[in-house]
């Protein structure tokens, strides 16, 4: 057994295509192989100087070797088998074309592509994506292809058989740059957005749907507004700030600025308010997941409707952990597996359908 | 089609678990997959695995491979209906799956596999890979499956050891009761012309040599997650276990 040569030949087609296409949408190929499109931003963990570092470690030392070395905290995230559970629902066909909007270091990307499909890899940070240009090349996955723009500005009509968007949609209305040490809990101006953030997401969306063919499939992710998990001591896990997320919008806007000095923009959705936004974006129809613990490293995702008696303890062993995770622990498996409190699940991903 | 993803890697393996599941939730079948070398490796063993114990199956297990990527490589399987036992209760609390179980590995090996020096390894026959219906009993997964690999006999063992470090992990003593039970499974496995003489004088001592004696069965998992719980066991304790098996009930 083994990928049949017609499967290579229908993925390296379609990688053709999507350069054809990033060509003729004004895109320009650098000496890194990544297309530009004029627009650039910074979304990451590492700031600018450290960013510049790691790279220049990339010259010397393989991606997971580099990362492993200098930034060890990130390995799980870019390199965890765990990270692209939830592909599967998506069913990816070999020779499929799909974007990953945001894709940042490229977890979901490599996962994409190794499910033989002919990934664009888009992003607005230019160093992430030279990362992932490394580790492209490290691990000859040569169906990604880069591209460096804002995605809210990327209009691709009618291109993808699938997209992902992952933990990115409540990041579209932040206006400026993020280096996330600087930024995360932190003191940082900023004016309020263009327009409101719910309309910047929607119009978000519904550039994703245009840019698919119809019937074609998004995979997205994000935090549930209403995480259980909020009501027992976790801050936002955008702001930092107690309670944020869940409280009415003005009054997060409140706390944030007096807190941060900016404005409340991270909005996260509940199970039906987000269903309700992917609809009004252009979708036909969305089915809701919750994940357990998180979406990012998934170990139970089960369909919202029906699926909550599929709830079952999950994760590492507790005999080390703290008792604060132990009692967090009970009182999920209380809420979930007794009371079948779904509304509060950590996480969501949605499979919607143009 | 609806789907839920119910193992995400778990115990250091590369493989994701789904259900397939209709409108109304009832699991269709189950979807492993990987992207991993490793994950793949063990999907692909398990289908030779299916392949073999199918072959001694009146109703086989309906197996599937798609194998239609360079790095990812996914294996459908019949959901089969049945109950699972609850392996952290230990020995006592599910003596009547261990004994059907042992039965089980005795009438699928031993037509065709009694007394070999190399038998096939199914490599985790535990509590949680029993489905039992009735008296019907089916073995999953076949992930860590090789062909002529160990002498005969050292799943069956497995089962009954594994079980044991469950009701006794490394503090308490095992009851007369849990001691009879181990002695009348490795009879019903000498019996049946499954227990290769190699591990009479010591049957724990020697599965965990034969453990030891071909890690490459389980791979990168063994060193990364305590995959075997008996491996915990000390070379005392062990002696000691041997030594309470073989003692004869008067003796202890």
């Given amino acids: ?354 | 089609m609806k789907k839920a993803v119910i193992r995400n890697c778990l115990h250091g393996s590369e493989i994701v678990v789904c259900r397939n599941l209709d409108d109304s939730g009832r699991c269709l079948s189950l979807v492993k997959s990987s992207t991993g070398a490793e994950g793949i490796r063990n999907l692909k063993a398990e289908f030779e695995g299916y392949h073999w114990y199918n072959e001694a199956l009146k109703a086989p297990v309906s197996v599937r491979a798609s194998d239609l990527s360079r790095s990812y490589f996914q294996l459908e399987v019949e959901f089969l209906l049945g109950r699972k036992p609850d392996y952290l209760q230990g020995l006592l609390a599910n003596a009547d799956a261990i004994e059907f179980g042992i039965r089980h590995y005795c009438d699928i090996w031993a037509p065709r596999q009694a007394q070999a020096d190399r038998a096939c390894v199914h490599g985790d026959i535990s509590l949680d890979n029993l489905i039992i219906s009735g008296e019907q009993v089916r073995l999953i997964d076949w992930e860590h499956f090789t062909p002529d690999a160990l002498p005969v006999g050292f799943d069956g063992l497995y089962l009954l050891f594994e079980s044991l470090w469950f009701e006794i992990e490394d503090m308490r003593d095992p009851a007369p009761a849990a001691l009879a039970l181990i002695r009348r499974g490795i009879a019903t496995l000498r019996d049946a012309g499954c227990l290769h003489p190699s591990y009479a004088d010591a049957p724990l001592r020697r599965t965990v040599e034969a453990i030891h004696s071909r890690p490459d069965i389980w791979g990168e998992q063994l060193q990364r997650c305590h995959k075997l719980p008996i491996l915990k066991w000390s070379s005392q304790r062990i002696a000691e276990l041997d030594r309470r098996i073989a003692a004869p009930p008067h003796d202890q």
């Fill in chain 1, 1 to 354: 057994m083994g990928e049949p040569p017609a499967n290579q030949a229908a993925r390296n087609s379609a990688a053709r295509g999507l350069v054809e296409r990033l060509r003729r949408s004004g895109y320009r190929e650098d000496e890194r192989g990544i297309f530009r499109s004029g627009q650039e931003g910074y979304w990451s963990n590492l700031d600018k100087e450290e960013n510049r570092r790691f790279l220049e470690s990339l010259d010397r030392l393989a991606p997971r070797e580099a990362i492993r070395t200098s930034y060890p905290q990130y390995e799980g995230i870019i390199f965890s088998p765990k990270r692209d559970a939830a592909l599967e629902l998506l069913d990816i066909k070999p020779g499929e074309t799909g974007v990953d909007y945001g894709c940042m270091w490229g977890a979901l990307s490599v996962g994409m592509s190794r499910r033989g499909a002919a990934v664009l890899a888009m992003d607005q940070t230019y160093e992430s994506l030279v990362f992932l240009a490394h580790r492209v090349k490290d691990e000859g996955l040569d169906d990604i292809v880069l591209a460096q723009s804002d995605i809210r500005q990327a209009p691709l009509e009618e291109l993808a058989d699938f997209a992902v968007v992952n933990g990115v949609l409540e990041w579209i209305p932040e206006a400026g740059e993020v280096e996330l040490k600087k930024f995360f809990g932190k003191k940082a101006g900023r004016a309020a957005p263009r327009r409101a953030p719910e309309e910047m997401q929607l119009r978000f969306l519904e550039q994703v749907c245009r840019n698919m063919k119809a019937g074609g499939r998004l995979l997205l992710t994000i935090e549930n507004r209403y995480d259980y998990s909020q009501f027992i001591g976790k801050r936002d896990p955008h702001a930092n700030l107690w309670l944020t997320s869940v409280l009415p919008r003005p009054l997060a806007n409140l706390i944030s600025q007096a807190a941060l000095g900016r404005p409340y923009v991270n909005y996260l959705y509940s199970f039906p308010a987000l269903k309700n936004l992917l609809l009004k974006a252009g979708f036909s129809r969305a089915e809701l997941y919750m994940c357990f613990p998180d979406y990012r490293f998934p170990e139970l995702i089960l369909p919202y409707e029906g699926g909550i008696s599929g709830y079952v303890p999950h994760g590492p062993s507790l005999a080390q952990a703290s008792w604060r995770r132990k009692a967090a622990v009970a009182f999920e498996r209380m809420a979930m597996r007794w009371l079948k409190a779904r509304f509060f699940a950590p996480s969501i991903a949605a499979v919607a359908i143009r």
